[in-house]
């Protein structure tokens, strides 16, 4: 099992602390959202959690070692992050895409091996992309080229799954064929899912457990039933919201519905 910790970390850009004294273990496969108002740090956290941003103080650590004496190969095999914001040449197809996919797995000038394909098959099935493999990007939906790049990340076959805010810029049926896929990927593969989620009720309905942060620091941090509650997202957004549950049959989930600023 690979875990994933930060140890009072201090998270900053130039004299800017974004985070100043943060402690956080993520021990198992779960699916975990991680949510607050904007300029909370939650993007920086998930920046420093992918090694992506250094710490000025304090430690992230992977299987109890410290990243940051972590060659960024060897971080690759086991963790996988998709920013919020990713772009790649037009005319690059699916299948291109993907294939990047294997590069900690490859020397520098090296060919893709039959292991190499086997994993960028098994990400394209996975992500049921294998009819449009030899389509550009420019081609695809918004939600089509979500799961592209979800593909690429799979195909470096990750333990952990590092996602900025996954839906952004999807219109409603794609949020919620990414938010499935996601949990699928979860179920079938074992691996731990982190996400930024602006959106609390696919958070709260997709996920395991929830982590409320508020000007860099632990609101609440638990499963949705502990965190997403009408007290913490008052403290959290400083808004006024209704949690109620709702559903068909054993399908049941937590929503919130905002009705006015404090």
Not at 75 to 89: N, T
Not at 220 to 225: L, R, W
């Amino acid at each position: 099992m690979n875990k994933l910790s930060a140890l009072h970390l201090r998270l900053q850009y130039g004299e800017r602390v974004i985070i100043k004294d943060l402690t956080l273990a993520f021990d198992k496969p779960e699916v975990i959202s991680i949510i607050g108002p904007n300029g909370s740090g939650k993007s920086t956290l998930l920046k420093a959690l992918a090694k992506l941003l250094i710490p000025t103080a304090g430690a992230v650590y992977l299987n109890g070692g410290d990243m940051r004496h972590m060659s960024l190969t060897s971080l690759a095999k086991v963790l996988s992050v998709l920013p919020q914001s990713v772009q790649a040449p037009g005319d690059m197809t699916v299948t291109d895409l993907v294939c990047f996919g294997r590069m900690p797995y490859r020397g520098r000038f090296s060919s893709l091996t039959k292991a190499d394909w086997r994993s960028i098959e098994e990400a394209l099935a996975a992500t049921e992309l294998c009819a449009l493999r030899d389509q550009p990007l420019t081609a695809l939906s918004g939600g089509e080229r979500q799961r592209a790049w979800l593909a690429m990340a799979l195909a470096k076959e990750p333990k952990i799954l590092l996602l900025d805010e996954p839906t952004t810029y999807l219109d409603i049926r794609h949020q919620l064929d990414i938010m499935e896929l996601v949990v699928r990927l979860h179920r079938e593969l074992g691996i731990t899912v982190i996400m930024v989620m602006h959106d609390l009720n696919h958070a709260a309905r997709y996920s395991q457990r929830l982590i409320a942060l508020k000007q860099g620091e632990i609101v609440a941090d638990g499963t949705v039933e502990t965190v997403f509650r009408e007290d913490v997202l008052a403290s959290l957004y400083g808004i006024r919201a209704m949690v109620t549950t709702v559903g068909r049959g054993t399908e049941k989930q937590r929503i919130c519905l905002p009705y006015a600023t404090i």
